[in-house]
C-alpha cells in the first residue's frame, strides 16, 4: 500500500470516526430534548460529576471555548428546562456550582449506558498493552487535530 493509499484510509476512517460522533450527538439532543451547545455543556457536567469535579460557569466558558455570559445564557436555558441546577458553592460563597437536575442525569446515563456498555466491550477485548497503546494513539491524533487547526 502506498503512502496515499494509507492517507485515504486515516481520512477515510477519521471521516467514519466523526460520522458516528456526529450521529451519537444527534440522537442525544433528541433523547435528551436538547439542542446546539446545550448538549455539549450537558456532557461536560455529567462527566465531571462522574469525576467528583465541581462546575462553574468558568469552567464551562474554558472547556467550550465561549464567553461567561454565553455560558450563562446557555445554563439559565437549560435551568429552565429542567437539565441543570444551580447550588452554593461551599469554598466561594460568590459563586455557585452547576449540577444536573436528577431526572436530566438518570435520562443522559440512561441514554449512555447501551454506547458504554459497547466502549467497555471493546476495551475489554484488549490486552492492558493494546489498551495503553489505543489510549496513546488517540492521545497523538487529538494533538494532531488541535495542531492542524489555524490559531486566532
Excluded: C, W
Excluded at 435551568?79 to 441546577?85: P, Y
Amino acid at each position: 500500500m502506498s503512502v496515499s493509499d494509507t492517507d485515504l484510509d486515516l481520512d477515510a476512517a477519521l471521516g467514519r470516526l466523526d460520522a458516528a460522533m456526529a450521529s451519537l450527538r444527534h440522537r442525544l439532543r433528541e433523547h435528551m430534548g436538547v439542542a446546539g451547545i446545550d448538549l455539549s455543556i450537558v456532557q461536560f457536567v455529567s462527566r465531571s460529576e462522574s469525576g467528583g469535579r465541581p462546575v462553574r460557569v468558568k469552567d464551562l466558558s474554558s472547556h467550550l471555548g465561549i464567553t461567561g455570559p454565553a455560558v450563562t445564557n446557555a445554563v439559565d436555558r437549560l435551568e429552565r428546562a429542567g437539565h441543570l441546577q444551580r447550588k452554593p458553592n461551599p469554598d466561594d460563597g460568590r459563586s455557585r456550582l452547576i449540577e444536573l437536575t436528577d431526572d436530566s442525569r438518570t435520562k443522559y446515563h440512561a441514554a449512555m449506558d447501551s454506547t458504554n456498555e459497547h466502549l467497555h466491550d471493546l476495551m475489554a477485548s484488549f490486552s492492558d498493552r493494546d489498551k495503553a497503546r489505543f489510549v496513546r494513539i488517540i492521545d497523538r491524533v487529538i494533538d494532531a487535530l488541535d495542531g492542524g487547526a489555524p490559531g486566532l
